[in-house]
T-cell receptor, first 112, second 113 residues
Framework: DQQVKQNSPSLSVQEGRISILNCDYTNSMFDYFLWYKKYPAEGPTFLISISSIKDKNEDGRFTVFLNKSAKHLSLHIVPSQPGDSAVYFCAVRDNYGQNFVFGPGTRLSVLP | DAGVIQSPRHEVTEMGQEVTLRCKPISGHNSLFWYRQTMMRGLELLIYFNNNVPIDDSGMPEDRFSAKMPNASFSTLKIQPSEPRDSAVYFC???????????FGEGSRLTVL
């Protein structure tokens, strides 16, 4: 059973608008949440993270929101740019701090 | 500063052959992970090591897969014998256990004919 779900395999957004990527997890013991971005033929690269003691973390155009009661995580990109087109993976770190579990990814396309 | 280094970047082999993928983690990191990316399952954890010791290998598909970490700066993932269904991109990643994020290599794309 998947511990981390990203129910939208793909998302298309117009340049300049907001992109919202969603992620749900099953285990309330997870304590650290991350978003990774992946371009074709490259490894995933870290984008932004949030600890379970916070509900929001912002870094430039990227903001991650955490709703612990709903076990839901979202990434907002605003304004979206064509260079943001990539696959975005949600990931969680277990409470032992050793293992990272990834969702299946959402392919974002930002249209000029 | 060097990131995670994987080799080879591309490997094409025939069914039944042995495949060895290599990884050098970031210096100072004490956790190392092997992931496999497929269209169907996304990023799937195969095995991870902490301080060179395998902690969880429950993701290793079957006995044809094995992984070793003889020292803090080197790990291998071996498939013997390889099968066409093993075709995927294999990623190595490292981190400092309990602190911060995971850093990935560029991946090894394996094609088994």
């Amino acid at each position: 059973d998947q511990q981390v779900k990203q129910n939208s395999p793909s998302l298309s957004v117009q340049e300049g608008r907001i992109s919202i990527l969603n992620c749900d997890y099953t285990n309330s013991m997870f304590d650290y949440f991350l978003w990774y971005k992946k371009y074709p033929a490259e490894g995933p690269t870290f984008l932004i993270s949030i600890s379970s003691i916070k509900d929001k973390n912002e870094d430039g155009r990227f903001t991650v929101f955490l709703n612990k009661s709903a076990k839901h995580l979202s990434l907002h990109i605003v304004p979206s740019q064509p260079g943001d087109s990539a696959v975005y993976f949600c990931a969680v770190r277990d409470n032992y701090g050793q293992n990272f579990v990834f969702g299946p990814g959402t392919r974002l396309s930002v249209l000029p | 500063d060097a990131g995670v280094i994987q080799s080879p970047r591309h490997e094409v082999t025939e069914m039944g052959q042995e495949v060895t993928l290599r990884c050098k983690p970031i210096s100072g990191h004490n956790s190392l992970f092997w992931y496999r990316q497929t269209m169907m399952r996304g990023l799937e954890l195969l095995i991870y090591f902490n301080n060179n010791v395998p902690i969880d290998d429950s993701g290793m598909p079957e006995d044809r897969f094995s992984a070793k970490m003889p020292n803090a700066s080197f790990s291998t993932l071996k498939i013997q014998p390889s099968e066409p269904r093993d075709s995927a991109v294999y990623f190595c990643a490292s981190s400092f256990s309990g602190v911060g994020e995971l850093f990935f290599g560029e991946g090894s794309r394996l094609t088994v004919l």
